[in-house]
């Protein structure tokens, strides 16, 4: 049953992974061009469009947000390592639960927050640009937050579960100081 649980959670895994490369990949795409389009019809015709400095906005807002959640599946977020380097093995283990814990209840705060925004803008029936709502446009980032902050739960409930995670996650901290041939970068 174990077995079956785990091809699950690896096809979600590999599933969510390729939908926020995909995404990251579409919305980089529609920037470049958007902004180039821009960019020749000011120069070539001095002239341009009312939506696309808008939409670029938008769109850095959805690459930011899902930039972040992207970098959170592979723990390479920003995070300000103080203490831990200082502590014995149980000591990182504990601070990387602890912090887990604290990044998945500031999540799930940012998103309860951001979602009660989002609601607002869609009650006032704000547009953002070309017809398009702007609660629409603002929607990733509640979803961003909440799936940022259940990845982090279960990054949390993973290391209490299965201790040897947490001591995947030091290896992985050390390897990022180091490349992969030894050196330091």
Known sequence: MASVRQRRLSRLTRLSTWLENALITLLLIAVIVVATGQIVMRNAWDAGTAWS????????LWLGMIGALAATRGGNHIRIDVLSRFLPDGGK??????????SALVCGLIAWHAARFV????ADGVIAFAGVPAWVCEAIIPIGFALMGVRYAGFFLLGV???VHC???????????????????
């Open 53 to 60: 400095e808008p939409f670029l906005r938008v769109t850095v």
């Open 119 to 122: 609601f607002m803008e869609k």
């Open 93 to 102: 283990r504990a601070a990387v639960l602890i912090t887990n814990l604290f």
């Open 161 to 163: 579960c299965c201790p």
């Open 167 to 185: 001591q995947n996650v030091e290896a992985a901290d050390r390897e990022a100081g180091q490349g992969g041939d030894g050196q330091r970068r």
